[in-house]
Each structure stands twice: as C-alpha cells, then as structure tokens.
C-alpha cells in the first residue's frame, strides 16, 4: 500500500510579486518527495503536498535556498515570531514611509510652485542631500530582493524597481559633477509612492484574510475543566474527549460536546448563519466557537482542537483561499516571462530614442519609466484577492467552497436538481395532522399512540412522542411489553393492562378495525404517511406524518428559476407525496421512486443535452448524484459521505443558499474578470506610453503603486455581499 501524502503549509516571507511566488513554487516542486505545491503572492502562504516521510524542514530549506523565507504555519511559536515581526516591520515601515515623505516634499516644490510664478532652482547638494537617504533606506528592501532574485537567475519586481530608481539616481549623480540636468526627485519620488503601495497592500492584505482570522478568534484558548477539586482553568489542548468543562453565561463554548447538565440559549450563527438563539439541554449537542447565553453549563468533550466542527470550517476555508482557479495558472504562466519582456522592452527603448538622435540621459529616463510602470504585482493580486475575499463571504454566510475551479463552475449553472428529503424538506417526519375517531378526544388519541410507541426509535414514533411532549405533557410511561411487526407497526400491551397497536392502515384492518371511522385518513396520504392507533380491538383514530417543508424552498425555486436556471426534484419518495411537493415549491420536472443509480443516470441525461447542472442533496444515496453533477452543493446537516462529495457545503439548511451559492460564484468571478482587465489595461497602456515618452518616472511610479492598491480595493468590495433573503445576520 502506498504512503498517504500529507500536507504541510508554511508562511513565506520575502515575496515581491507573482514572478517570486512561481519562483518559491518551483523550488517546492522540485524537492525530492514533494507531490504537488501551490504558493500564494495574496496570502504568503505555501500548501505543499507531500510523501509521508517528508521532512517539513526540508520545504523551509527549498523556500530559502529560493531566496525567501520560510517557517512551518502550523507551528505556533514560529506564527507568533511571524506576526511580531510583521507587526515590527509595519511600524519601521511607517517611519520609513514619514521620513521619505518629509525629504521627497522640498525636491517636489520646484515643480510644484513653477506654474504659480515662484520657480527657483533647488542646489544639487542639496538635492542629493535630501535623496540620497531614500535611495539607500528605502531603496535597500528592492536591491536585497532584486539581488536573491539574480542570485538565482530570475527577475521580478524588484529587478524593474532597482534598475529604473538606479538608472534615475546614477544620472543625476554624472548631471551634478558635469553640470547636466538632475533627476533626483524622479528616483525619490518612485521609491516613496512604492513604499506608501506596498504599506496600503499589506493593510489590503490582511483584510483580504479577514475570514480565517474571525474564525479563529472563536475558539477560546482555555477553558474551565471539572475536576474532583472542582472547575480548574486549564488550556484548550490539555482537554480530550470525554472530559467534562463548564461553561459561564456569556462564555463561548471551548468544544464540540454534548450537554450532560443544565439548560440555555446558544448563538450559533458562527455555523448557521441565523442570529436567533436557540434552546439547549441535556443530551443536545453544542459546537466549539458557539456563544452561550443565560445559563450555567456543564458539557462533555466530544472533539477538541483540529478534530472540532470551528476547525473543519476554518480548514476548509484555508484550502479554499490558497487553490487556485484555472484562470490564475494562465496568470501565472503569463507572469512568468513578462519581466523579461519589459527588460527587453526598456532596451529596445534606450535604443530607439538613441536612433532618434535624443540624448543618453533622456533614453536611459524614459526606459526608467518603462521598468517601474510595468509592475506584474497587480496582475497577482487580481485572482487570488477576489478568490480570498469571495470565498471569506461565502463561508461567513455559511457557504463554504471547497476549492477555487468549484466557483468558475457555479457560475454557469443552467440546471438545478433539488433532492427531497432533507433538502426542501427537514429530513425529519413531523405530526401535520391528529384524525380522532367520533366520539374520541384528540388528546386521548395522542396519548395512547404516545403510550405504545415509547422507548420506540422509529422515525414515525419519534414524530408522535415529539407532538406529545411539544403539547407540555410529561413522557408517557413505557408498555408493560411491545412487539414491532415488521414493515406493519407495533402492538402493546400498556402498564394499565389495555392493548393497543399503532401502525399502516392495511394493518390494522387485517387486525379486524373499521376504517370507515376514519373516513378522512386517506385525504392526507397524499402528504405523507397515516398511521392508525387500535386500543382493545378498536381503531380510535389515525395520525398524518409528513416530512415539513423549510419555509424557504418556494422562495428558494422561484429565484433560481427568476435567473434563468431549470429547477428540478428527485426523491425516493411515492409519487404523491413527490407530486405534492414539487406543486408547492413550484417545480414542474420531477421524478419519484429513484434510487442512486437513477439520480446519477439522471444528471448524466441533462449534461449530454448541454446543461450545466448542479445538484443538491444531504444524504449517501445523493453522493453518486453529487459527484456526477458539475457542481455539487451537499447540506451540512446530512452525511459525512455527501459533504466530502459535493464541491459547496450549505452550513444550514436553507435552499436560499443554494441562490447564494450561484450569487457569490457570479459576483467572485466578475471581480476576477475586473481586476484581470484593468490590470492588463494598465500595463497594456502604460508600457507604450512610457516607451513614448509620456509618462515621466514619477508618475510611472505613483500609477503602479496605485494598481496594486487598486485590485485589492476592487476585490475587497466583495466583504459587504450577504445572500439575499436568507435571514443571513
């Protein structure tokens, strides 16, 4: 049997523009035992998979002997040194930034006052004065990286800025010993708009990841463990399974459990989306990251830490953000030889001006303004940025996306199959209607079919206990003895001596009742399923269970359908109960009586017609459908088998998310396609410009810091998108 690949992720450092993040990729790739590796330019992040007896210390080598910097993230101590020094990096990069400012400001003022009538000539020593600090402080971040860079025959953006602010700065420096023109303000000026784009980019940055960070936050670091000695305040991984913690009103919970004592209301939006607090006790179960309401709790540890339900959510949402769409490995490609090209194109410019009989210092300035115009660094940012701020409002909205291509694919849905149960319907049988016979009361009615069936886990006997204890009566006591017949009902004999049956009309009519005492019973078999209650050889009545619609599947169908999407339904149920449903929801195509097989073959059907078809479904049998379907949305509450099939996994059970699901993939992918256009727009535009002599370099500068800002700009307006009528918070 072969090893299994783990994966491995770490944090990387040093990454100028998506020509660097390629170039930490390839090194991955190429280390012995290494599978696949994917690394992020938004995130910082490499995924690598890897053989089983890969050594994580092996990836940080490949990542250094690349030119960056690496440390595993799962590893705490290193994630906290990260972020330290990211936060100490931030600050001496705002001081850096306020100096730069302070010393560009007087080289600019020539240039500012002249249309005012106030020229003056600035001293060169001056001027060299005030720019020489920018080059060498600001300047060293692009030499060091352009310098790893060559050091390991590639380019990349620093590459551009190091030579263009060089070029700049080495010809003011020949104008000022040989009397010719100075330019120090265009090498200054480039430098200080670059550091004011990459300190907003990594503010942009952050909030990009905003997601992972909430979700993590959730979770509490400790909790208060119960001992002999009483509760005692331990941290997260000191519990496992089965212990017992306590939890304070206003606390949130530390584990997934189960309440083992005491009664509350739990906010469980975090996983379901919905800002209602719902009624928790004894025997329920409760998920870690959950916030718990009035009363004191006591639960039992069923999962902690990376086994929890939080942490599944935030795993998935990772592996989400850090994939890649198809799109982006065209990008990436492209990314890969473009600033070769604009080397080359900055030569052939130098040598064109020359042609044309213009001076050195004006050919070298304007292909100064080539190098630094042509930053690929909005070009990296334009997919993943969208795909990580699309995919973080997706799952905040209790959507999550199991990877990037699953977005490109919800997008051109033309079909939809809806499963039934559990799906449009809560999967759960409830009692829609009580049928006393004359002369009986419709609580004695309830009471003895409660009596029989108790201690009974058939899902109808649980619809009749439910009923009886949602009336406020107290359980009904178990029968002395009982006895389930099977596929028919079950007959007992109660503790007060009375027998009694519950089961199928058929039954009970070969039991010898009069089901003309129950004339109505087959009104509603066309929702569900009646059964009869005998009490002493009589039937007394009979009760109709239905499995209930959610509330929001008619206005779920009529949205797809008002976008254009055929809507379908398929269920293993009777074709009257199948009928009843889809006339309510509205669904003119359906099929009843299907096993997996015919739902798999009927998917295949619509996609040889040409459909695009998504399917939606909770349970195993629906787990052939969902992997058969372009697009595969499985509902959380059901199967592990169906959630680890589908592409797109519904946190809660609305078929309003399904809408939701096609509206985010719609809205991403758009981005995508924005940020992609302005980003070859711009380097369509300006590289020619700049070539012709239009853009002077400091312009060429403030306009690519700009577009980086620009892109992430464009993508986080995806934050503010919630799914619209869904009672999303």
């Not at 001293?123 to 020489?132: E, K, M």
């Not at 590459?159 to 265009?186: D, I, K, N, Q, R």
């Not at 829609?432 to 003895?448: C, F, S, W």
Request: overall charge negative.
């Amino acid at each position: 049997m072969s090893p299994v690949p783990q994966e491995h992720r770490l944090a990387v450092g040093g990454l100028s523009c998506a020509a660097c993040a390629r170039r930490a990729e390839r090194a991955l790739a190429e280390t012995e035992g290494v599978l696949t590796a994917h690394v992020s330019f938004a995130a910082e992040t490499a995924s690598v998979a890897v053989e089983s007896d890969v050594d994580p210390s092996r990836l940080v080598a490949a990542v250094e002997r690349a030119g960056f910097t690496a440390a595993p993230e799962a590893d705490d101590r290193a994630e906290a040194e990260r972020s330290a020094r990211a936060e100490k990096a931030d600050r001496r990069d705002l001081y850096l930034l306020a100096g730069a400012v302070v010393l560009t400001v007087p080289l600019l003022l020539p240039m500012v006052l002249a249309p005012w009538g106030l020229a003056f000539e600035m001293p060169g020593s001056l001027q060299l004065a005030l720019a020489l600090p920018i080059q060498v402080l600001v300047g060293a971040r692009f030499y060091r990286g352009a310098l790893a860079a060559l050091r390991h025959r590639a380019t990349n953006m620093d590459v551009l800025v190091a030579l263009g602010t060089t070029a700049a700065f080495g010809l003011s420096l020949v104008g000022l010993s040989s009397g010719g023109p100075l330019y120090f303000e265009s090498s200054a000026v480039i430098l200080t708009a670059l550091l004011l784009g990459k300190t907003l980019e990594r503010r942009a940055k952050r909030q990009t990841l905003s997601a992972l960070r909430a979700l993590s936050e959730l979770t509490p670091t400790s909790a208060e463990l119960e001992t002999e000695r009483g509760g005692v305040r331990v941290p997260l991984d000191a519990i496992g399974a089965g212990r017992v913690v306590v939890v304070r009103p206003g606390e949130r919970l530390p584990v997934d459990g189960k309440i083992v004592e005491g009664d509350s209301v739990v906010d469980e939006s975090m996983v379901t989306g919905e800002s209602i607090y719902v009624a928790r006790g004894p025997g329920d179960t409760v998920l870690g990251g959950t916030l718990n309401g009035s009363g004191l709790l006591r639960v039992e540890a069923t999962a902690v830490g990376d086994a929890s339900t939080l942490a599944g959510i935030a795993r998935s949402v990772k592996n989400a953000q850090l994939a890649k769409a198809p799109v982006e490995h065209r990008v990436d490609r492209i990314a890969a030889v473009f600033v070769p090209i604009v080397l080359l194109i900055a030569g052939l410019t130098v040598l064109g001006w020359l042609a044309a009989g213009a001076p050195l210092s004006q050919a070298i300035l304007t292909a100064v303004s080539v190098l630094v115009i042509a930053c690929p660094c909005a070009l990296g940012l334009a997919t993943p940025a969208a795909l990580m701020v699309g995919m973080g409002a997706a799952a905040r909205a209790g959507i999550l996306v199991k990877n990037a291509e699953a977005l490109e694919r919800a997008e051109g849905l033309s079909a939809v199959v809806f499963d039934k149960t559990g799906t449009l319907t809560k999967g759960r049988p409830t009692l829609r209607a009580t049928l006393p016979a004359e002369g009986v009361d419709e609580t004695a009615l309830l009471e003895t079919a409660a009596r029989i069936q108790a201690g009974s886990e058939h899902p109808l006997a649980g619809a009749v206990l439910d009923a009886w204890r949602e009336a406020g009566h107290p359980p009904p006591p178990a029968p002395s003895s009982a006895h389930a017949v099977l596929g028919k009902g079950v007959e007992a004999v109660l503790e007060d001596g009375r027998r009694g049956a519950v089961g199928s009309l058929r039954w009970l009519q070969e039991r010898g009742c009069d089901l003309d005492r129950v004339a109505s019973a087959h009104e509603h078999e066309r929702w569900g399923t009646v059964i009869g209650v005998e009490r002493d050889g009589e039937l007394i009545g009979a009760l109709a269970v239905a499995d209930e619609l959610r509330p929001t599947s008619r206005p779920a169908v009529q949205r797809l359908q008002a976008e254009g999407v055929r809507v379908y339904m398929l269920t293993g149920d009777n074709a009257a109960v199948a009928s009843a449903v889809a006339e309510t929801v509205g669904i003119e195509d359906f099929e009843a009586e299907v096993d997996p097989h015919r739902k798999s073959a009927f998917i295949a059907e619509l996609r040889k017609e040409g459909a695009r078809v998504g399917m939606v479904g909770d349970g195993i049998n629906d787990a052939p459908a969902l992997a058969a379907a372009d697009l595969g949305l499985a509902v959380s509450s059901g199967t592990d088998v169906a959630t680890h099939t589908a592409d797109l996994t519904l946190l809660r059970g609305d078929p309003l998310l399904v809408a939701g699901a096609l509206d985010i993939a719609r809205r991403t992918n758009a981005k995508i396609r924005q940020n992609l256009f302005w980003a070859f727009i711009y380097n369509a535009l300006g590289l020619p410009l700049a070539a012709l002599g239009f853009l002077s370099p400091m312009v060429a500068g403030a306009a690519m810091a700009l577009s980086s800002v620009s892109v992430l700009g464009n993508a986080l307006l995806l934050r503010g998108w919630r799914p619209a009528l869904s009672g999303r918070i």
